[in-house]
């Protein structure tokens, strides 16, 4: 009969290998992303994309980078959000330094 | 060896511990697990985004201009493309044509971008309008003009899957049509993409444009990029908040748990002193404890995270996630590990455990080893 | 051999329930012997034998376990000695409940980091010297009374220690396992044991296995 604290090692390092194939996975993918990767970039000179869409249920998520001060965030920069989405995404940095003044 | 001898004959001692008291054990496994799964797929989602993002945009135009007019974004005239060319240091100006068209059928918003090499009455459409919509190539949609009429489009070619990330909700159709369409006049642009010679004078520039056209307000490349960095930050994140609740739920259960130490538990650690442990090897068996639920736990929690992140597109966040959009883009973000974060989230879950069942012990492993004889 | 020399055990130190529960007593245990402290309960005998396992140090006083001064030794130490010399027995026999009878036995010895198959062995020949073989793998909660009991023995017997100290064994016992039980302690004696016994149990006083009998009352001897 295996030991206890053997069959706990054991589990603990399939764990382990199993933990760490999603890093090797991760690494092996991102040299595979690589592709993908350059065929979105393209997309985004090519069109001079601004934004990832993500939200797409209005213009400041759709576009947060490209939003105007007052209109998305509607009154204030940290007024609670008409969009669930809204919540999640930060008003842009540049909007809530120099916009403000 | 002896060391080794001595960690494993511990360890057994503390599996059938905790083997004896199985079901709350289990509890706390799976309760500890749900935590750390849920903590790990926020970070691996979020970090993945932000790598993406910041990859992809770094090939936006390095900087837009927007026209403001009373408080709100506006029409940029073309007149705009010759004074900020005359500026030293631009290389390029051009008009970016863009906007947003509602798709009343299915309640989505789309992305209209004019494209000079379009074929006037075609479109092409991302991944996500084709599968919202049905529309497949050489399939026609009818869009509502501004004058209330109708007009129809015909799809020439879907935009890949792997692009949806930044594509899903984009139709590109030709500029007349965008003029036709939303009834923009000639000589008048959505925004202006400047592209520089030197990137390190894009803020002087980016000043210099602000001060002749006072009306405009410039975004840098460098501030699109910084928009997502902070994606998903604000307000420490909903879910965040959310998760809070559980954290604590958690840390009240441990707490109950390793402080404690049922009189059961306090007879045992009599015995062990008085058969002849030391408080070392108490407390040591008492790290096991916290070791064994802990450490299976944030394996088990941080491999099914990346699991659902990577494999699953992490499908138990949809609702919160895709918020109000029919239009939801399906993709695969390429997995990325943050290594800071892993061990951070190590940190603030294994070690806290741990301690947390060492301290309630340490008092009772430490009494006199003849006590259980005296009482 | 054990030699105590005027040892002193006082309570609560300096405070008004101050109390001597061992007053001055010098005294040689014999090894290879069964010695039996015997005196009602609260006469101290649990304390000098407590002090004897070097589970505590007395106030005053000395002890030598053979030519070894033991009381001046830092904690670590009597530990270690603890482990290596004395096997203990305790009233109720304190088995852990939930965990088998073979890895009750191997408790005294996890922390010395011996091989597990080595130490699963030597349980297994205690277990059948103690005729309960068949029981090794059940839990102890589920053992008979006089099987309990050869656990508490073996149990005590695990590290091969020299001495084997048992306080009030027979206390929570019928006669017929008291008598057992000091049966067991003649083997053990046989094997070149020594055995030092608390009770104020006739059965273990006044039997004829019983080598010495040292009485004591109000924490001195008589």
Redesign the interface.
């Known amino acids: 009969m295996i030991?206890?604290?053997?069959?706990?090692?054991l589990?603990?390092a399939s764990?382990?290998v199993?933990?760490c194939f999603?890093?090797l996975?991760?690494y092996l993918?991102?040299d595979k992303?690589i592709d993908?990767?350059a065929?979105?970039?393209?997309?985004?000179?090519d069109?001079?994309?601004?934004?990832?869409?993500?939200?797409?249920?209005?213009?400041y998520?759709?576009?947060?980078?490209?939003a105007?001060?007052?209109?998305p965030f509607q009154d204030h920069p940290t007024a609670m959000e008409h969009?669930?989405?809204?919540?999640?995404?930060?008003?842009?940095?540049?909007l809530q330094s120099h916009g403000m003044d | 060896m002896e060391w080794i001898e001595k960690q494993r004959n511990v360890l057994d001692f503390t599996l059938s511990s905790i083997l004896r008291r199985k079901s709350k054990n289990i509890a706390l496994f799976v309760v500890f697990t749900a935590m750390v799964f849920l903590l790990a797929s926020v970070l691996f989602f979020t970090g993945a985004i932000k790598k993406e993002a910041s990859q992809l945009l770094r090939a936006a135009p390095e900087i837009v201009v927007q026209r403001m007019q009373a408080g709100r974004h506006t029409l940029m005239p073309l007149t705009a493309v010759d004074t900020i060319s005359a500026i030293r240091g631009v290389s390029k100006v051009e008009g970016r044509l863009w906007g947003y068209y509602f798709d009343p059928v299915v309640g989505a918003n789309y992305t209209l971008i004019a494209v000079k090499d379009a074929l006037p009455g075609t479109m092409v459409i991302g991944n996500g309008i084709s599968r919202a919509r049905g529309l497949y190539k050489d399939d026609m949609m009818t869009f509502r003009t501004y004058l209330g009429d109708n007009t129809a489009f015909m799809v020439s070619e879907i935009l890949s899957a792997e692009s949806e990330l930044v594509s899903s909700d984009l139709m590109l159709i030709s500029e007349q049509d965008f003029r036709n369409l939303f009834g923009m006049k000639e000589g008048l642009v959505t925004d202006l993409s400047v592209t520089v010679k030197n990137s390190r004078e894009l803020a002087t520039i980016a000043q210099k444009i602000a001060d002749i056209l006072p009306d405009t307000r410039p975004i840098i490349r460098d501030e699109i990029l910084r928009t997502y960095e902070g994606a998903f930050d604000w307000r420490s994140g909903i879910m965040v908040v959310l998760l809070s609740g559980s954290v604590l739920a958690f840390v009240i259960f441990a707490w109950d748990k390793g402080s404690g130490l049922s009189a059961e538990e306090r007879r045992e650690i009599g015995i062990l002193k008085a058969i002849g442990w030391e408080t070392s090897d108490v407390l040591l068996m008492k790290f096991w404890e916290g070791a064994v639920i802990s450490l299976s736990s944030f394996l088990v929690g941080i491999t099914l995270a990346y699991l659902h992140v990577f494999f699953a597109s992490s499908v138990l966040f949809g609702p919160a996630l895709k918020g109000w959009s029919v239009l939801y883009p399906h993709f695969r973000l390429t997995p990325a590990i943050d290594f800071y974060q892993v061990s951070a989230l190590f940190i603030l879950t294994v070690m806290p455990y741990i301690t947390a069942t060492i301290l309630p012990s340490w008092r009772a492993s430490t009494i006199d080893p003849d006590a259980i004889m005296r009482s | 051999m054990i030699r105590l020399k005027d040892i002193q055990k006082t309570f609560n130190f300096g405070s008004s329930n101050e109390y001597s529960a061992v007053d001055g007593v010098s005294l040689t245990v014999e090894q290879g012997k069964i010695t039996v402290f015997s005196g009602p309960s609260g006469s101290g005998k649990t304390t000098l034998l407590s002090m004897i396992g070097c589970m505590s140090r007395p106030t005053s006083g000395r002890i030598w376990l053979q030519d070894r001064e033991i009381t001046s030794l830092p904690e670590r130490f009597l530990t270690h000695i603890r482990r290596q010399t004395f096997g203990f027995i305790f009233q109720q026999f304190n088995l852990v409940k939930g965990l088998s009878a073979l890895e009750n036995v191997i408790l005294p010895a996890l922390p010395g980091g011996e091989n597990r198959k080595k130490l699963s062995e030597s349980a297994s020949k205690l277990f059948a010297i103690f005729n309960i073989t068949e029981r090794q793998d059940a839990r102890v909660e589920w053992l008979s009374g006089g099987e309990q009991q050869r656990v508490a023995i073996a149990r005590a017997m695990i590290n091969d220690p020299e001495i084997i100290i048992a306080d009030e064994p027979t206390a929570h016992l019928d006669t017929k396992l008291s008598r057992e039980f000091i049966e067991i302690f003649s083997s053990l004696r046989d094997r070149g044991k020594t055995v030092i016994i608390s009770s104020h149990d006739p059965v273990v006083c006044d039997s004829p296995i019983i080598d010495r009998v040292v009485s004591i009352r109000d924490g001195r001897l008589q």
Not at chain 1, 61 to 66: F, I, V
Not at chain 1, 68 to 71: P, S
């Open positions: 030991r206890k604290s053997g069959a706990f090692i589990f603990l764990c382990i199993v933990f999603t890093l996975h991760a993918l991102h992303s993908k990767i065929l979105s970039k393209g997309l985004v000179r069109l001079a994309l601004t934004d990832l869409c993500i939200f797409t249920e209005a213009r998520t759709r576009h947060p980078s490209m105007d001060l007052h209109t969009f669930p989405s809204g919540s999640l995404l930060q008003p842009p940095a540049h």
